[in-house]
């Protein structure tokens, strides 16, 4: 998907005329950032939970998701993640996109306006038709899960 036909409407609905649109960081980053609009710094002590705004809400085009992920840095170097990653804005959603943080690590996590907390990777989903069968087709691997492949 290089975006080609893809147009994604974002609305501000931070109180702030200057709050700058989710972004990617490189030529080559997947997920936009998404940025905590906090009127005042935020500490997430370990394990405690805050739905984070960002100040935006998303028209997503029908047929695509957002799907909202952890930055790799804070959850290695903090332990702050979101508590249901990977989460998904259905395209028909138009609330202001909020991130259900939590602080898995062992320090309190200051967080302040503006920091990049999250990313959300736009997405193409399908929505097949579902069909109910008495049986499956048969695999090799078969029912076997959790751990049935070596890991």
């Known amino acids: ?8 409407v974002f609305t501000r ?3 702030d005329p200057d709050w700058p649109l989710p972004n990617w960081a490189s ?16 500490t997430l002590k370990p394990g405690q939970i805050h739905l984070v705004p960002t100040g935006w809400a998303v028209a997503l085009p029908e047929g695509c ?8 840095g804070l959850a290695l170097r903090k332990g702050l993640t979101l508590i249901n990653s990977p989460g998904t804005i259905d395209w028909d959603y138009r609330g202001e996109i909020a991130l259900p943080m939590i602080n898995l690590g062992p ?3 200051v967080l302040n306006r ?3 907390v999250a990313q959300m990777v ?9 069909v ?5 087709d048969q695999t090799s691997r078969g029912a076997g899960g959790f751990g049935s492949t070596g890991l």
């Open 122 to 130: 736009i997405a193409r989903v399908e929505r097949p038709a579902l």
């Open 65 to 72: 998701e957002g799907q909202v992920r952890p930055r790799s």
């Open 27 to 42: 030529a080559g980053s997947v997920g936009l950032d998404l940025a905590a609009d906090l009127t005042a710094p935020l």
């Open 114 to 116: 503006g920091d990049r």
């Open 132 to 136: 109910i069968s008495a049986t499956l």
């Open 107 to 109: 320090e309190p996590v």
């Open 13 to 15: 609905v931070s109180p």
């Open 1 to 8: 998907m290089s975006g080609e036909n893809l147009t994604v």
